[in-house]
């Protein structure tokens, strides 16, 4: 679950929906299943970026779920590819 919605819930919000709370070009902080995400989502012409800054908590999944359903919305939408920016930093 992504804020309450699994990921085909969220493939049947209208776009305007979509563009407005999710393609900000803004910092996000998402709920995804026990974790935290700080991230922030982008459409441009030909593809979908998703670029995450930070993941707190749980994490087993997290990333496979939003490579599918960021997939999934690219396919639909007839975008080329999905890019992935992803700030890791190990605390060890």
Do not use: K
């Amino acid at each position: 679950m992504i804020e309450g919605c699994t990921p085909d819930d969220i493939l049947t919000l209208p776009d305007e929906y979509i563009n407005t709370l999710v393609f900000t070009d803004e910092p996000l902080v998402v709920q995804a299943g026990c974790a935290t995400i700080l991230g922030e989502f982008r459409r441009g012409m030909d593809r979908v970026t998703l670029e995450l800054a930070q993941i707190d908590g749980g994490g087993e999944g997290v990333l496979p779920t939003l490579w599918r359903l960021a997939a999934r919305y690219a396919q639909t939408h007839r975008l080329g590819y999905v890019e992935w920016v992803v700030h890791a930093i190990s605390a060890h």
